[in-house]
């Protein structure tokens, strides 16, 4: 049986072929996303490790309690580290923020200033300089790192303005450029470098981020540091510190390789449907085949064990083959990276390690295999006696009781999760969102099992307009795609998949934009704002009182606020002034007194408080005050801190603090261009206080929604490639089936154009049932996982790009059966009448 087997591939090659290339592309799909990542954490770890080499120890400050922010070492800290016995030398690290001026004045970075990092000299120097040199001893030099110097064009010999904590501005001759190396952090906020001195001054920094120790013995000398700094630090070697550096640096790594084997799973999922389609399809093709081997002696496991021998040595190429072209896409998007610019490290080598081989090798058996042990085990229901029949015995199908039992308890289970999911559980919870992705699931299921059933209707539906429009050739393929309701189900219900989820992601994201702008407009539909990196109080009153007297501008709104500590927690209390006016759901807010307090929401449901309850606040200004709730208000999307008091209130609490936010709205009839010169104007001599309109704010919205939209579309595309090639085999192998009646069809007068116009419109129609219920299924799970995410969602359906996936899903078909048409239309009518 074995060499029958074999025998059996070596004479029908192409009959496997598209069944090794959907195996071939999910394989190398998942083993590319191995191989892309483990280049990457191979990159970090050589980047990490060359750095961390030259410290034999690092003395690490802890956590502030709050969780926010660093605790600094302080300099005495230092002093009893060089005191140690065996340290060579000590040197501490300054970090904190240090906004860069781009060329335009104003600060890099619309949210995070740039970070300002202090270069030492000597062997525990860690910054990689790639042009010009370090600082050195220059308190008025500066290095920045190469990416934001390219971003913003300074080059080596500029000169450069940074601002100090208090928005005072300072020139530095930029002396060199350097690369950030694995700090995630700085790749993000840009980084500038300085001698230790001046990174103090310009942060304002009390003390060290960190202090690197040279000596001999790590281990040894990581006691006796430990010992001088005492329970206030963390010691840890220069290999565990290249441990912990490489571990986050590689966060973002594994939260990319999840989400792309993501994708390779579902396309796993495709190939499996595929696979199982086309030895279902050949099981029933070779029925006199294996009858005949019966009759000769082999018994059922045997011809259940050729069955699983082909599908075994299938997998095997398909998934040696996959791997080969995951090595390539590594390859490739590695060079891709490079040439982007992205801060990776693109410049290690790219390796196929042995675990990914093994993944690759296990997971393409497994789905191969695994697909085909039901078309095998239908393989052993062959009775000898078949041998006798001169045709393939067409396929029946009969909706039992136990699938129509089953297909109801699927199809109630999964619409009551998403119901319960987007109806009942509260909005913007993970759980709600988990409960409607398993009703999509259950639903899923039921659609698979439900499939053969629901092929004849659809396919009648679907197939109405060609019936009528094609003739003859309209009509039988519309007869065909329901002929064989099983076989049909399963060629549209790999495309189904895909579809689904492209429908899916559409809808979400137009939901998405649309809920969020009429958020946007309810809260605050503003037509400019001026606001500071990460939206600190840092702008004078003068500029929203001066904004306010301009005839240009119809209304001014300024917003302040600042951080206290209650018994639960810190939050912000602020106050406001101009014409703004939340959505109240209890009390007032139309005058806010002395000793009175609005609360948002979320804030009051976490204080467990409601209207006409008080609360203690310590103040900076006036002690402890306490204050009652007047009113609760919509906290989500509003613009105002968590507690809110009257303006006059605020001042006599905290003092006369700057504005963190100001909201300029136009007068009708004004020329947006005349009053955005006059809010710039008004903004032009602070840099750091930035000018963005609600339509640059909700542009960027779009582009990122846009952006993530044609990601996960091209991603997507694997499975719904995959599933074209289904279609494809699916006819192809059809044709063989069905040589004689088409070649009947042509003794009748059927026509070669006529023939494979039919099997085109027959793929036609089988691509659009499978887009028909993926834009179903994809549409109301889309509305339940709006539902699920965001409060008061709106949903909207992309009806352009929904018709889009439908039209490119049927002519795709149509694609697919080009070839298996062509084949069929040139076969000799004598020769097919012949074939028995």
Same mark, same amino acid.
């Given at each position: 049986?074995?060499?029958?087997?074999?025998?059996?591939?070596?004479?029908?090659?192409?009959?496997?072929?598209?069944?090794?290339?959907?195996?071939?592309?999910?394989?190398?799909?998942?083993?590319?996303?191995?191989?892309?990542?483990?280049?990457?954490?191979?990159?970090?770890?050589?980047?990490?490790?060359?750095?961390?080499?030259?410290?034999?120890?690092?003395?690490?400050?802890?956590?502030?309690?709050?969780?926010?922010?660093?605790?600094?070492?302080?300099?005495?800290?230092?002093?009893?580290?060089?005191?140690?016995?065996?340290?060579?030398?000590?040197?501490?690290?300054?970090?904190?923020?240090?906004?860069?001026?781009?060329?335009?004045?104003?600060?890099?970075?619309?949210?995070?200033?740039?970070?300002?990092?202090?270069?030492?000299?000597?062997?525990?120097?860690?910054?990689?300089?790639?042009?010009?040199?370090?600082?050195?001893?220059?308190?008025?030099?500066?290095?920045?790192?190469?990416?934001?110097?390219?971003?913003?064009?300074?080059?080596?010999?500029?000169?450069?303005?940074?601002?100090?904590?208090?928005?005072?501005?300072?020139?530095?001759?930029?002396?060199?450029?350097?690369?950030?190396?694995?700090?995630?952090?700085?790749?993000?906020?840009?980084?500038?470098?300085?001698?230790?001195?001046?990174?103090?001054?310009?942060?304002?920094?009390?003390?060290?981020?960190?202090?690197?120790?040279?000596?001999?013995?790590?281990?040894?000398?990581?006691?006796?540091?430990?010992?001088?700094?005492?329970?206030?630090?963390?010691?840890?070697?220069?290999?565990?510190?290249?441990?912990?550096?490489?571990?986050?640096?590689? @966060? %973002?790594?594994? *939260?990319?390789?999840? +989400?792309? $084997?993501?994708?390779?799973?579902? =396309?796993?999922? &495709?190939? #499996?449907?595929?696979?199982?389609?086309?030895?279902?399809?050949?099981?029933?093709?070779?029925?006199?085949?294996?009858?005949?081997?019966?009759?000769?002696?082999?018994?059922?496991?045997?011809?259940?064990?050729?069955?699983?021998?082909?599908?075994?040595?299938?997998?095997?190429?398909?998934?040696?083959?996959?791997?080969?072209?995951?090595?390539?896409?590594?390859?490739?998007?590695?060079?891709?990276?490079?040439?982007?610019?992205?801060?990776?490290?693109?410049?290690?080598?790219?390796?196929?390690?042995?675990?990914?081989?093994?993944?690759?090798?296990?997971?393409?058996?497994?789905?191969?295999?695994?697909?085909?042990?039901?078309?095998?085990?239908?393989?052993?229901?062959?009775?000898?006696?078949?041998?006798?029949?001169?045709? @393939? %015995?067409?396929? *029946?199908?009969?909706? +039992?009781? $136990?699938?129509?039992?089953?297909? =109801?308890?699927? &199809?109630? #289970?999964?619409?009551?999760?998403?119901?319960?999911?987007?109806?009942?559980?509260?909005?913007?919870?993970?759980?709600?969102?988990?409960?409607?992705?398993?009703?999509?699931?259950?639903?899923?299921?039921?659609?698979?099992?439900?499939?053969?059933?629901?092929?004849?209707?659809?396919?009648?539906?679907?197939?109405?307009?060609?019936?009528?429009?094609?003739?003859?050739?309209?009509?039988?393929?519309?007869?065909?795609?329901?002929?064989?309701?099983?076989?049909?189900?399963?060629?549209?219900?790999?495309?189904?998949?895909?579809?689904?989820?492209?429908?899916?992601?559409?809808?979400?994201?137009?939901?998405?934009?649309?809920?969020?702008?009429?958020?946007?407009?309810?809260?605050?539909?503003?037509?400019?704002?001026?606001?500071?990196?990460?939206?600190?109080?840092?702008?004078?009153?003068?500029?929203?009182?001066?904004?306010? =007297?301009?005839?240009?501008? #119809?209304?001014?709104?300024?917003?302040?606020?600042?951080?206290?500590?209650?018994?639960?927690?810190?939050?912000?209390?602020?106050?406001?002034?101009?014409?703004?006016?939340?959505?109240?759901?209890?009390?007032?807010?139309?005058?806010?007194?002395?000793?009175?307090?609005?609360?948002?929401?979320?804030?009051?449901?976490?204080?467990?408080?409601?209207?006409?309850?008080?609360?203690?606040?310590?103040?900076?200004?006036?002690?402890?005050?306490?204050?009652?709730?007047?009113?609760?208000?919509?906290?989500?999307?509003?613009?105002?801190?968590?507690?809110?008091?009257?303006?006059?209130?605020?001042?006599?609490?905290?003092?006369?603090?700057?504005?963190?936010?100001?909201?300029?709205?136009?007068?009708?009839?004004?020329?947006?261009?005349?009053?955005?010169?006059?809010?710039?104007?008004?903004?032009?001599?602070?840099?750091?206080?930035?000018?963005?309109?609600?339509?640059?704010?909700?542009?960027?919205?779009?582009?990122?929604?846009?952006?993530?939209?044609?990601?996960?579309?091209?991603?997507?595309?694997?499975?719904?490639?995959?599933?074209?090639?289904?279609?494809?085999?699916?006819?192809?192998?059809?044709?063989?089936?069905?040589?004689?009646?088409?070649?009947?069809?042509?003794?009748?007068?059927?026509?070669?154009?006529?023939?494979?116009?039919?099997?085109?419109?027959?793929?036609?129609?089988?691509?659009?049932?499978?887009?028909?219920?993926?834009?179903?299924?994809?549409?109301?799970?889309?509305?339940?996982?709006?539902?699920?995410?965001?409060?008061?969602?709106?949903?909207?359906?992309?009806?352009?790009?929904?018709?889009?996936?439908?039209?490119?899903?049927?002519?795709?078909?149509?694609?697919?059966?080009?070839?298996?048409?062509?084949?069929?239309?040139?076969?000799?009518?004598?020769?097919?009448?012949?074939?028995?």
């Amino acid at each position: 049986m074995l060499k029958t087997a074999l025998a059996g591939l070596r004479a029908h090659k192409l009959r496997l072929l598209l069944t090794s290339l959907a195996i071939t592309l999910g394989v190398g799909f998942i083993a590319g996303t191995f191989v892309l990542t483990d280049t990457i954490k191979a990159g970090f770890s050589q980047r990490v490790t060359a750095e961390a080499d030259k410290v034999a120890v690092a003395v690490l400050a802890k956590k502030a309690e709050s969780g926010k922010s660093d605790a600094v070492l302080p300099e005495a800290t230092l002093e009893r580290v060089r005191a140690v016995p065996g340290v060579t030398d000590a040197r501490g690290l300054v970090r904190g923020p240090a906004p860069l001026l781009g060329k335009d004045g104003k600060v890099v970075g619309r949210y995070i200033p740039t970070t300002a990092v202090s270069v030492v000299t000597g062997p525990l120097n860690r910054t990689s300089i790639v042009s010009g040199t370090g600082p050195g001893s220059d308190d008025q030099a500066a290095v920045l790192d190469k990416n934001t110097a390219k971003a913003q064009g300074f080059h080596v010999g500029d000169t450069i303005t940074v601002l100090d904590t208090k928005q005072g501005k300072h020139p530095f001759k930029l002396v060199g450029l350097f690369d950030p190396g694995v700090d995630q952090e700085l790749a993000y906020t840009g980084a500038l470098g300085f001698t230790t001195a001046t990174a103090q001054r310009m942060t304002g920094a009390k003390g060290y981020h960190e202090i690197d120790v040279a000596g001999a013995d790590p281990a040894r000398l990581k006691q006796t540091v430990a010992a001088a700094v005492g329970g206030g630090a963390v010691v840890k070697t220069g290999a565990e510190l290249a441990d912990s550096l490489a571990s986050a640096a590689g @966060v %973002e790594v594994e *939260t990319l390789s999840i +989400g792309l $084997l993501l994708f390779g799973l579902v =396309a796993m999922l &495709v190939a #499996a449907l595929v696979i199982y389609n086309t030895f279902n399809i050949l099981v029933a093709q070779r029925t006199r085949e294996m009858a005949l081997l019966r009759c000769i002696g082999a018994t059922r496991g045997q011809v259940f064990g050729s069955v699983l021998i082909e599908s075994l040595v299938v997998g095997l190429l398909s998934s040696v083959l996959g791997l080969l072209a995951g090595y390539g896409l590594g390859s490739l998007t590695m060079l891709v990276l490079g040439s982007l610019d992205v801060p990776l490290p693109t410049d290690a080598a790219v390796t196929l390690a042995p675990a990914t081989v093994v993944i690759g090798l296990v997971l393409g058996l497994a789905v191969t295999v695994g697909a085909a042990l039901l078309p095998a085990r239908s393989a052993t229901r062959v009775a000898p006696m078949a041998a006798l029949r001169t045709q @393939v %015995e067409e396929q *029946t199908f009969r909706t +039992g009781a $136990l699938r129509a039992l089953f297909a =109801a308890i699927f &199809v109630l #289970a999964g619409l009551g999760a998403a119901a319960v999911g987007a109806l009942v559980m509260k909005p913007g919870e993970q759980t709600s969102l988990l409960v409607v992705m398993g009703g999509g699931a259950l639903t899923f299921l039921a659609v698979l099992i439900l499939g053969p059933v629901l092929v004849k209707p659809l396919s009648a539906l679907v197939g109405w307009l060609p019936r009528r429009l094609f003739g003859v050739p309209g009509r039988l393929a519309v007869d065909n795609s329901g002929r064989n309701p099983r076989r049909a189900a399963t060629t549209t219900v790999a495309l189904t998949v895909g579809v689904t989820l492209m429908t899916l992601i559409s809808v979400i994201t137009a939901s998405m934009r649309v809920t969020m702008d009429a958020k946007l407009d309810r809260q605050f539909p503003v037509d400019y704002a001026l606001v500071t990196q990460a939206g600190e109080a840092a702008i004078p009153r003068t500029v929203g009182d001066g904004l306010r =007297a301009r005839p240009e501008l #119809a209304s001014v709104v300024q917003i302040r606020g600042t951080e206290v500590e209650l018994d639960k927690g810190r939050y912000e209390v602020g106050t406001f002034k101009g014409p703004i006016k939340p959505q109240v759901t209890t009390g007032s807010m139309s005058a806010l007194g002395s000793g009175q307090v609005a609360v948002a929401d979320n804030a009051a449901e976490r204080l467990g408080v409601r209207v006409g309850d008080t609360l203690p606040v310590r103040t900076t200004k006036a002690g402890t005050v306490t204050l009652k709730v007047a009113a609760v208000y919509t906290g989500e999307n509003a613009p105002l801190a968590a507690l809110t008091v009257g303006e006059r209130q605020f001042d006599e609490y905290f003092g006369t603090l700057p504005d963190a936010q100001v909201m300029v709205n136009i007068r009708d009839g004004v020329p947006a261009e005349q009053a955005r010169k006059v809010v710039d104007a008004a903004a032009a001599a602070y840099p750091a206080v930035q000018v963005s309109s609600s339509t640059e704010v909700r542009g960027q919205f779009d582009e990122t929604l846009d952006m993530l939209l044609m990601i996960i579309t091209g991603l997507l595309g694997l499975a719904i490639l995959i599933s074209l090639l289904g279609i494809a085999n699916t006819l192809s192998l059809s044709v063989h089936e069905r040589t004689r009646e088409s070649a009947l069809l042509r003794a009748l007068g059927l026509t070669r154009p006529q023939l494979r116009r039919m099997l085109s419109l027959e793929a036609l129609v089988l691509g659009l049932i499978g887009a028909l219920v993926g834009v179903v299924l994809g549409s109301v799970y889309a509305w339940a996982a709006m539902r699920a995410m965001v409060t008061d969602a709106v949903f909207a359906a992309p009806v352009s790009q929904i018709a889009l996936f439908v039209v490119l899903s049927g002519l795709a078909g149509v694609l697919a059966a080009v070839l298996p048409a062509r084949r069929a239309a040139r076969a000799s009518i004598v020769g097919s009448l012949a074939t028995g």
